[in-house]
């Protein structure tokens, strides 16, 4: 059984004001920035990698962390927001001004296809997208240990898991969230769950030794990856 770990960071406080933040490219705020620091500082270890949105607000922080710790870093696409079409980058009092109705069908229940914005992104796509390139990040990292393993002819899980950091939005978060979870197409897990700036779970993978060396890349699939979500504690608490 081959074990990973994957760091879900969600980006901090932005610029830009009281809007709705798809694909809109808005800046990290100085307070942004100082919740990400903080939220990365309570990592046990360095990451081996940083993969980030191409987004500022997230890009920035990974960006500056890889260059002050000298780490690898990945920019994927897929690991943007959700777009929200013809509402992206609106303010939440001009939305409500002009849309109220439809905001409110989308936020008691995104995961219908007629509830999505004028020209935005289904949620089930996204949710979909979401889980294909988390599953193409777990390929790499299983290729890359697989490489070192040979390299060092070292045990594959010797002490501490392979892990990295993905630094992403709380749209792409709560999607993997509720796959894990197996709550899927539930509603609450966007309309009832706050997730903060800068939130940070953690995410134990675990693969089948024998379902990796009988499946090509293109078959490699999020379904099929055991998943275990854990919330950070706080250091020095322990539990009871």
């Not at 709705?20 to 903080?38: A, C, F, Y």
């Not at 296809?113 to 935005?120: A, F, N, R, S, V």
Request: include cysteine.
């Amino acid at each position: 059984m081959k074990h990973l770990q994957l760091v879900f960071l969600r980006h901090g406080h932005c610029q830009g004001g009281d809007i709705l933040r798809g694909k809109t490219n808005v800046p990290l705020s100085e307070q942004g920035l100082i919740q990400m620091q903080q939220a990365f500082d309570s990592l046990g270890k360095l990451p081996d990698t940083v993969y980030s949105s191409s987004l500022e607000r997230c890009l920035q922080f990974s960006d500056l962390i890889a260059k002050q710790y000298q780490l690898p870093i990945k920019v994927l696409d897929d690991l943007q927001e959700i777009d929200f079409g013809e509402w992206d980058g609106q303010t939440w009092q001009t939305l409500y001004q002009h849309h109220e109705l439809k905001l409110n069908a989308y936020w008691a229940n995104p995961w219908e296809p007629e509830h999505t914005p004028p020209k935005g992104e289904y949620l089930r796509d996204f949710s979909a997208r979401v889980q294909v390139v988390v599953a193409q990040i777990v390929w790499q990292m299983l290729q890359q240990s697989a490489a070192e393993v040979a390299t060092k002819n070292e045990q594959f899980d010797a002490v501490l898991p392979p892990s990295v950091l993905i630094v992403t939005h709380g749209g792409v978060m709560r999607c993997i969230m509720a796959a894990i979870l197996g709550v899927e197409q539930a509603a609450g897990i966007f309309s009832q769950f706050h997730l903060p700036y800068a939130a940070l779970f953690h995410v134990d993978v675990y693969v089948e030794e024998q379902y990796f060396d009988n499946v090509s890349q293109e078959t490699f699939a999020f379904k099929n990856l055991s998943m275990r979500l854990n919330w950070p504690t706080l250091s020095g608490l322990t539990q009871g």
